[in-house]
């Protein structure tokens, strides 16, 4: 009788039937073959490998996964898959949308792979549709997206993203450009404070972009969340440099409070850095203050603190920078961004120094 191990290692092996294909299996769904979309979207349902039955598309489907492949392994076959008498392991239609909540429980054998289909693939209607769906699943809901990113940022990012989904462009060459276009902005103050404010405004646009693209095209990385965190840091202290710098001529120790508030947020994020090390997201809405819990301002269950911490979000920030340059008020945007350094640095020193106290 075959044991618990046995079972486990029969359900490794996933089953995908590319014979029947109503599509070119070249055919592109947000910028993806539909063939690689269901081995990617395989992988990070859990599979440990792949067995297709590709008929007379063998040659095509091989040189798709020449250009990429999933880096689980996938060979193909000419044979109908034997099931063993311990498990019978799942197939799937190469020719449909999953839904990715329920792809992990079919892959495991605890849901029938029918029942994990999102859309099925048959014509140019469901591709349409298809396509719509993937595009909707990027909304997060407002109590986590925060007022302004779900009614001003996303609409912008999901157009842009819209545009560049079929190019080259990766999710991390967007985050060098979210970053570079914070640091033009912050260049850019010096000469026209409604310039420098709309590119500050553009990068945390296309900050989100490269989130969306990750998801679409699976090209989410450690690495691209590690790049993503640092560009956002550098982006806050770059800007406040150019507010303080600003003010150097007239008022040079509020210009030197402005730069030492900028120091001291940059010092802070050590210990954030740290700790983000340790989660399996790196995340900085995430970081475990002692008074909001594990999972920070991201956790599930609100509480007073994660609520007010709406308030230091970075597009709400940014609105209000983007709403002072209209009427020029330099002090406004001075200010604001002071109170949010020195706000921040002060309140992760603070946690850094009560979980030491806490753990002697």
Not at 102 to 127: I, K, N, Q, T, Y
């Amino acid at each position: 009788m075959p044991n618990a191990a046995d079972r486990q290692d029969s359900r490794k092996n996933i089953f995908v039937d590319a014979r029947a294909w109503p599509l070119p299996p070249e055919r592109r769904l947000a910028g993806l073959p539909l063939f690689l979309r269901t081995l990617l979207a395989l992988e990070r349902a859990g599979a440990g490998a792949v067995v297709v039955h590709a008929g007379e598309h063998r040659g095509r489907l091989e040189r798709l996964l020449a250009r990429r492949a999933p880096r689980i392994p996938v060979t193909f076959t000419d044979a109908a898959p034997e099931p063993t008498p311990a498990v019978v392991a799942p197939a799937f239609e190469a020719c449909a949308l999953y839904e990715p909540a329920r792809l992990s429980d079919a892959v495991a054998g605890r849901l029938s792979p029918a029942g994990a289909v999102w859309c099925p693939l048959a014509d140019e209607a469901d591709l349409a549709r298809a396509s719509g769906l993937l595009w909707r699943s990027l909304r997060k809901p407002i109590e986590n997206d925060g007022v302004v990113a779900y009614f001003l940022g996303r609409p912008v990012s999901r157009l842009i993203s819209r545009l560049i989904i079929a190019t080259p462009i990766t999710p991390n060459q967007v985050t060098v450009l979210s970053g570079l276009t914070a640091l033009a902005g912050a260049f850019a103050l010096t000469r026209n404070l409604i310039l420098g404010a709309a590119l500050y405004w553009l990068s945390f646009v296309l900050d989100c972009v490269d989130g969306e693209l990750a998801r679409l095209k699976y090209q989410g990385s450690r690495t691209g969340q590690w790049l993503d965190t640092v560009a956002d840091d550098t982006a806050t202290v770059g800007f406040s440099i150019g507010l303080s710098w600003l003010l150097f001529d007239a008022h040079p120790t509020w210009a030197w409070v402005g730069f030492a508030a900028a120091g001291a947020y940059a010092l802070s994020c050590i210990p954030v850095y740290r700790a983000l090390r340790q989660l399996p997201t790196v995340d900085t809405a995430q970081y475990p203050y002692f008074f909001m819990g594990e999972k920070g301002a991201a956790a599930t269950e609100k509480n007073l603190w994660t609520h007010l911490a709406y308030g230091f979000r970075r597009d709400v920030i940014l609105f209000i920078h983007l709403i002072f340059s209209l009427f020029g008020f330099l002090w406004g945007m001075y200010a604001l961004q002071l109170t949010i350094n020195a706000g921040m640095a002060f309140i992760t020193w603070l946690d850094v120094t009560v979980k030491a106290l806490r753990g002697r």
